[in-house]
């Protein structure tokens, strides 16, 4: 087996130029084994794993053995992943807000408290990993236009991980919708999380972040 070269769906959060006034910086990946550890990017004080435990036990982080990785579940245990009615993923991803409010206070806690450069992942960087880069990027004045542009990014670059996944799927259609990947379903996201609770800061409140945590973010 070739070992990859390059950590796959590996961007800075919100697209390049967003955090350049920042003093840290984010970045949002892919999770696959056997990536060098000098493929990351150099300077990183936290990994934020957001798998579930039974995905961190099948493929380990290539940085999991560094003094700065959690592994912390967005996914609560306890219940299903979203509800059987949210079909597209742009519902299933709201559902998540409330359904899974526990564990994306954890991760955006845990970001937070990083002292500098750090990672947030999941195992295509796409979906878990997704909704949290844009409640970080909303929260540091992204406009939906760059968040959406962020969130449909992670298509191209799964283009030969999507093509793996259709050519072993035994339903189709699932996995269709499972590969979406434009800017609308992140932006309507965005929109909602306005809409109900007035803004992303309000949001992060309501989940039981405090006020110097989201300051921290």
Not at 34 to 40: E, F, H, I, T, W
Not at 182 to 202: F, L
Request: net charge negative.
């Amino acid at each position: 087996m070739t070992t990859p070269s390059r950590v796959l769906n590996l961007r800075e959060v919100g697209g390049a130029g967003l955090q350049d006034h920042r003093a840290r910086t984010a970045y949002r990946a892919a999770t696959e084994p056997g990536v060098p550890a000098s493929a990351y990017p150099s300077g990183l004080v936290a990994v934020v794993d957001l798998r579930r435990e039974d995905e961190v036990r099948a493929v380990a982080h290539p940085l999991a053995g560094s003094d700065g990785y959690r592994n912390v579940p967005l996914f609560d245990p306890w219940t299903v992943e979203s509800a059987a009615q949210a079909v597209q993923l742009e519902d299933q991803y709201v559902d998540w807000l409330d359904r899974h409010a526990h564990g994306i206070a954890a991760a955006l806690g845990a970001i937070g408290s990083a002292d500098g450069d750090v990672l947030v992942c999941c195992s295509a960087g796409k979906d878990r990993t997704g909704v949290v880069s844009a409640l970080l990027a909303r929260l540091w004045g992204a406009s939906l236009e760059r968040i959406g542009t962020d969130y449909a990014a992670s298509g191209a670059a799964l283009v030969d991980r999507f093509a793996a996944e259709r050519a072993v799927s035994t339903d189709p259609e699932a996995t269709a919708v499972a590969q979406r990947c434009v800017p609308e379903t992140m932006t309507t996201v965005i929109r909602h999380v306005e809409h109900r609770w007035g803004s992303v800061a309000a949001y992060l409140r309501e989940i039981g972040l405090s006020d110097a945590q989201v300051a921290a973010l």
